[in-house]
């Protein structure tokens, strides 16, 4: 139901646990992790965003495409703190899934807490899976005319 269509995604995950790399940029956002998986009539994703506020996260849906855009800037701090270690990355995270044909982009019901930005999305009615019924036809000629 989830197309993946990056090749090249673990290899800029790596790229980016390199010191120094891990800064996302607006031309070039980091990466946001993720996990995905059918819980019933529905998909779930769960995007990992710690430190970022809820305020500075954009998720929008065009036809079939969902892109997550979020921001996590600096901890306001007091002129005069030195910082001994930052690895904690800062900065633009970006995340964009194609999305099957039978999800209901309608109905995408998004929450937050502690940090893990969790998307539900529905299986359409059509896509869901039903029973036929068989009906009775008539063998011979005679009953059809009869």
């Known amino acids: 139901?989830?197309?993946?269509?990056?090749?090249?995604?673990?290899?800029?995950?790596?790229?980016?646990?390199?010191?120094?790399?891990?800064?996302?940029?607006?031309?070039?956002?980091?990466?946001?992790?993720?996990d995905a998986h059918r819980a019933g009539d529905e998909f779930?994703?769960?995007?990992?965003?710690?430190?970022?506020?809820?305020?500075a996260i954009e998720l929008t849906v065009e036809h079939d495409v969902l892109t997550l855009k979020a921001e996590r800037r600096?901890?306001?701090?007091?002129?005069?703190?030195?910082?001994?270690v930052a690895e904690r990355p800062l900065g633009v995270f970006s995340r964009r899934l194609f999305l099957g044909d039978?999800?209901?982009?309608?109905?995408?019901?998004?929450?937050?807490?502690?940090?893990?930005?969790?998307l539900r999305i529905p299986?359409?009615?059509?896509?869901?899976?039903?029973?036929i019924q068989i009906g009775r036809e008539p063998a011979t000629r005679e009953e059809i005319e009869a």
Do not use: H
């Not at 779930?44 to 305020?55: C, K």
């Not at 600096?74 to 001994?84: C, G, I, K, R, T």
């Not at 039978?102 to 969790?118: K, M, N, P």
């Not at 299986?123 to 029973?131: I, M």
């Open 1 to 34: 139901m989830l197309m993946r269509t990056d090749p090249f995604r673990d290899l800029d995950r790596v790229k980016q646990q390199v010191p120094g790399n891990a800064t996302g940029t607006w031309s070039r956002p980091t990466a946001v992790p993720m």
């Open 44 to 55: 779930v994703v769960a995007f990992d965003l710690p430190g970022v506020d809820p305020d």
């Open 74 to 84: 600096p901890a306001p701090s007091a002129d005069a703190v030195e910082m001994q």
């Open 102 to 118: 039978t999800l209901d982009t309608g109905r995408i019901r998004a929450g937050y807490d502690a940090g893990v930005l969790t």
């Open 123 to 131: 299986v359409s009615e059509q896509a869901k899976p039903r029973r």
